[in-house]
């Protein structure tokens, strides 16, 4: 089952320009992450935001965090063609049973494109 | 430093076959954890693997086993294929539990078509 929905799927934008992309989910967290996949290919770690954080800087790259929403924006500011690739959000939760993380639930991802 | 590597990089089988797939954490990464994605989807979580054993296991059947050796690398296996199995498998590793939450490291996946 898929945790998290991000909006939009699609996202066409021009070189220099700000894309930004959202996430919601359903269940309480312990972090939620963003990765980026190129070409269906090993996806590859953006950043990793605690549930006691709001927000988060990564050179061109801002994640925020609502808890009380269940939702995270990743913003990515600048773009360049090289940033063209999925983006999943991902969340971790406790395992009730073990008490112990590393599950990620990963939503279906937005396609982003971007135009030189 | 490496990073996670996977083995092979692509795989044809037919339906009704055995498939093993093989995985090498990033260096000092104890924890590996298996996901499938199917074309145009977000990855699903197989099994995750520490202390060479499955400490947690997402919504697959029991065709789908796992193992992780002592060196921390780790084999995905599933058997009696159906043609629903084609996806990309990824490996990924991480240190310890992720109690705290840690980030996942990914391998570039192995790209699985069954016939």
């Known amino acids: 089952s898929q945790q998290g929905e991000e909006d939009p799927q699609a996202l066409s934008i021009q070189e220099g320009e700000n894309a930004t992309m959202n996430c919601s989910y359903k269940?309480?967290?312990?972090?939620l992450q963003w990765y980026r996949q190129n070409s269906g290919r090993g996806l590859v770690h953006l950043i990793l935001?605690?549930?006691?954080?709001r927000e988060k800087h990564s050179g061109r790259l801002r994640v925020t965090l609502d808890t009380s929403k269940k939702s995270s924006s990743l913003l990515i500011t600048a773009s360049r063609a090289a940033d063209t690739a999925s983006y999943f959000c991902?969340?971790?939760?406790?395992?009730?049973?073990?008490?112990?993380?590393?599950?990620?639930?990963f939503g279906q991802g937005t396609e982003l494109s971007v135009k030189p | 430093d490496a990073g996670v590597t996977q083995s092979p990089t692509h795989l044809i089988k037919t339906r009704g076959q055995q498939v093993t797939l093989r995985c090498s954490p990033k260096?000092?990464?104890?924890?590996v954890s298996w996901y499938q994605q199917a074309l145009g989807q977000g990855p699903q979580f197989i099994f995750q693997?520490?202390?060479?054993?499955?400490?947690q296991r997402g919504n697959f059947p029991d065709r789908f086993s796992g193992h992780q050796f002592p060196n921390y690398s780790s084999e995905l296996n599933v058997n009696a294929l159906l043609l629903g199995d084609s996806a990309l498998y990824l490996c990924?590793?991480?240190?310890?539990?992720?109690?705290?939450?840690?980030?996942?490291?990914f391998g570039p996946g192995t790209r699985l078509l069954v016939l």
């Open positions: 991902a969340t971790d939760s406790l395992s009730r049973i073990y008490n112990q993380g590393g599950k990620l639930i």
């Open positions: 935001i605690r549930s006691n954080e």
């Open positions: 260096s000092g990464h104890d924890t």
């Open positions: 269940t309480s967290i312990n972090n």
């Open positions: 693997y520490y202390e060479e054993e499955e400490r």
């Open positions: 990924a590793s991480s240190l310890g539990l992720a109690g705290g939450g840690e980030t996942q490291y």
